[in-house]
């Protein structure tokens, strides 16, 4: 340090305020001769000048089209229908034998009505109760595992028992009350979701 009262060079070192940045003497690569580039250190130097990433990793989502659920679907229907066929077969037995027991071979009309009625609420209840199952508990109905592609609430999280209870009853809307064109609505959605996923806020995805 220069001492402007006796005009002499010192070799004390120039005090530093505290709080202000330092920097590290140049270092010299002994085979080239070179200073090496000066790093400043303190207050708002950054360690690691790499760019820190903002937000969500995006994960990249296949919509289940139409032919896959309908494939599914259809492999559904092969199930409930010998299932039921083995209950209808069943029941039929057993009502016989009630029949003849009471010495009635052929039953009236009032009770062929009863019967189909009774056949008909059967077999809703039996077909509600397979999908509200399968989708509240993984989902996934065996077809939809087969070909496999999942249902899930429209912010991709799993799927809730009340959910699976709506979607469900969707089916009625898109296959009764709009003579299947709420299904076909899946083809034209730009999500490819069906009138009872929007019911419910679902939608059906391929697992990666």
């Given at each position: 340090?220069?001492?402007?009262?006796?005009?002499?060079?010192?070799?004390?070192?120039?005090?530093?305020?505290p709080?202000?940045?330092?920097?590290?003497?140049?270092?010299?690569?002994?085979?080239?001769?070179?200073?090496?580039?000066?790093?400043?250190?303190?207050?708002?130097?950054?360690?690691?000048?790499?760019?820190?990433?903002?937000?969500?990793?995006?994960?990249?989502?296949?919509?289940a089209?139409?032919?896959?659920?309908?494939?599914?679907?259809?492999?559904?229907?092969?199930?409930?229908?010998?299932?039921?066929?083995?209950?209808?077969?069943?029941?039929?037995?057993?009502?016989?034998?009630?029949?003849?027991?009471?010495?009635?071979?052929?039953?009236?009309?009032?009770?062929?009505?009863?019967?189909?009625?009774?056949?008909?609420?059967?077999?809703?209840?039996?077909?509600?109760?397979?999908?509200?199952?399968?989708?509240?508990?993984?989902?996934?109905?065996?077809?939809?595992?087969?070909?496999?592609?999942?249902?899930?609430?429209?912010?991709?999280?799993?799927?809730t028992?009340?959910?699976?209870?709506?979607?469900?009853?969707?089916?009625?809307?898109?296959?009764?009350?709009?003579?299947?064109?709420?299904?076909?609505?899946?083809?034209?959605?730009?999500?490819?979701?069906?009138?009872?996923?929007?019911?419910?806020?679902?939608?059906?995805i391929?697992?990666?």
């Open positions: 340090m220069y001492d402007p009262a006796s005009g002499l060079a010192s070799d004390e070192p120039i005090p530093i305020p709080g202000s940045p330092q920097t590290e003497p140049p270092q010299i690569n002994e085979s080239e001769g070179e200073a090496l580039p000066v790093r400043a250190r303190g207050v708002g130097a950054s360690e690691d000048p790499s760019p820190i990433p903002h937000g969500p990793p995006q994960i990249n989502v296949r919509w089209g139409f032919w896959a659920r309908g494939v599914a679907f259809l492999i559904d229907l092969i199930i409930l229908d010998l299932l039921f066929l083995i209950l209808a077969l069943t029941g039929s037995f057993a009502m016989g034998i009630s029949l003849r027991s009471i010495h009635l071979e052929i039953p009236s009309e009032e009770l062929v009505l009863f019967l189909l009625g009774l056949y008909l609420l059967i077999w809703f209840l039996f077909n509600s109760a397979y999908f509200i199952f399968f989708l509240g508990y993984g989902g996934q109905t065996p077809g939809k595992m087969l070909l496999r592609i999942r249902v899930l609430k429209k912010d991709q999280q799993p799927l028992w009340g959910r699976a209870v709506l979607r469900t009853l969707g089916y009625l809307i898109s296959g009764f009350l709009l003579l299947g064109i709420g299904f076909l609505m899946i083809v034209f959605h730009p999500q490819k979701r069906g009138v009872h996923d929007l019911i419910a806020g679902t939608l059906v391929h697992e990666s």
